[in-house]
């Protein structure tokens, strides 16, 4: 199915409507080809969270799946603030700059 340029697979309908919630396929592409996503696949990212927590996958400007609110979430760097004590260098680094 493509809405608003994006296309949306079978595969991806049927995991939305099992993981998110089961409506006709009109609405569930009304709901995946909102301007945050749109938005998002023209920058080229690769996830999108929905704010029920499931994970909207992204190959080649398609929707692909939805991955369960309970899939893997991004990592995220530890702030150099949380370091402070378990990196001896970084502390080094910062008394020898100018």
Same mark, same amino acid.
């Given at each position: 199915m493509?809405?608003?340029?994006? &296309?949306?697979?079978? $595969?991806? /309908?049927?995991?939305?409507?099992?993981?998110?919630? =089961?409506?006709?396929?009109?609405? @569930?592409?009304?709901?995946?080809?909102?301007? !945050? @996503?749109?938005c998002?696949?023209? &920058?080229?990212? $690769?996830?999108?969270?929905?704010?029920?927590?499931? /994970?909207?996958?992204?190959?080649? !400007?398609?929707?692909?799946?939805? /991955?369960? !609110? !309970?899939?893997?979430?991004?990592?995220?760097?530890?702030? *150099?603030?949380?370091?402070?004590?378990?990196?001896? =260098?970084?502390?080094? +680094?910062?008394?020898? +700059? *100018?």
């Amino acid at each position: 199915m493509v809405r608003r340029g994006l &296309f949306i697979t079978a $595969h991806a /309908l049927a995991r939305y409507r099992e993981r998110v919630e =089961d409506c006709p396929d009109e609405e @569930i592409a009304r709901r995946l080809s909102s301007d !945050a @996503i749109v938005c998002a696949v023209r &920058f080229g990212a $690769h996830q999108v969270r929905l704010g029920t927590g499931q /994970l909207v996958v992204i190959e080649d !400007a398609s929707i692909v799946t939805i /991955l369960p !609110a !309970a899939a893997k979430k991004p990592r995220h760097r530890t702030p *150099p603030s949380k370091l402070r004590g378990r990196r001896p =260098d970084a502390t080094l +680094a910062v008394e020898l +700059a *100018p």
